[in-house]
């Protein structure tokens, strides 16, 4: 009786990282630089609502100059996001492959492919967040300790569950209201409320924003180092 060998999984080949890490980066701050721009947008409305309700501002003129850039802002941000979105999940795919290339004795928490779908599932990805990053940052430093890394990365996750819980609980304390005009465009009732509750939604966003911020500030961060350690270990450059 024969038995034949049992079919072995072919091992990964390491694939390039740093270009990818840079586009990461970058559309990561592109993404932060255009909420900015809402910021400026809904603080720029409060004031011309505030303007208008008070009398200080016609009806006519409150309309030419009402924001039609949060339309414009909008429309950029879909696009953004998702190129945001999938750039960083492909980055954490090739990024996990690499660090198991690089360290094939670390015990890796997730694969690659649930490295992915971690990072996508609602709610559940606060939690797998930072194992995932964990381990590819320790898998990426196979000969150096990866401590300053992982630290960033506990940070980061740390922030971010800050702001997740900051907006659950600050968000029920805003609301919106509605404007009452008549047939020929007067503003007759509604002023006071909308002009509170537009208050509370840019001040909510900015809040959001400022906690936010270090987020993207500290991925871009980890993104770099990964991304450099990589390279160096697995492409380095060829010598003169």
């Known amino acids: 009786m024969t038995t034949e060998p049992a079919p072995t999984t072919a ?15 970058a559309l990561a701050v592109a993404t932060g630089l255009l909420l900015a721009s809402f910021l400026v947008s809904d603080w ?38 998702i190129a945001t979105a999938t750039t960083w999940l492909v980055w954490v795919h090739r990024a996990r492959t ?7 004795q670390y015990r890796f928490r997730y694969s690659p492919g649930f490295s992915v779908g971690g990072m996508v599932v609602p709610f559940a990805n606060y939690w797998w967040f930072r194992p995932i990053l964990e ?9 150096r300790p990866a401590g300053d890394t992982v630290r960033l990365v506990r940070a980061c996750w740390g922030i971010s569950i800050g702001a997740a819980l900051v907006s659950i609980v600050v968000r029920p304390f805003f609301s919106f209201h509605v404007l009452t005009y008549t047939p020929d465009g007067r503003l007759v009732g509604g002023g006071a409320e909308a ?10 966003n900015t809040l959001v924003a400022v906690v936010c911020a270090p987020v993207v500030a500290l991925l871009v961060v980890i993104i770099r180092r990964v991304s450099r350690q990589q390279t160096e270990l697995l492409f380095p450059a060829p010598r003169a």
Do not use: K
């Open 195 to 204: 002009v509170q509750g537009l208050f509370g939604v840019a001040l909510y």
């Open 44 to 81: 720029s409305n409060y004031r011309l609502l505030s303007d208008h309700v008070s009398g200080r501002l016609s009806d006519d003129a409150f309309w030419e100059q009402y924001s039609s850039g949060s339309l414009t802002l909008t429309v950029l941000m879909l696009p953004l996001i």
């Open 98 to 104: 690499n660090a198991g290339v690089l360290s094939p």
């Open 135 to 143: 381990d590819i940052c320790v898998g990426s430093s196979p000969n």
């Open 11 to 25: 091992p990964a080949r390491p694939r390039p990282i740093n270009g990818l890490g840079t586009a990461a980066s």
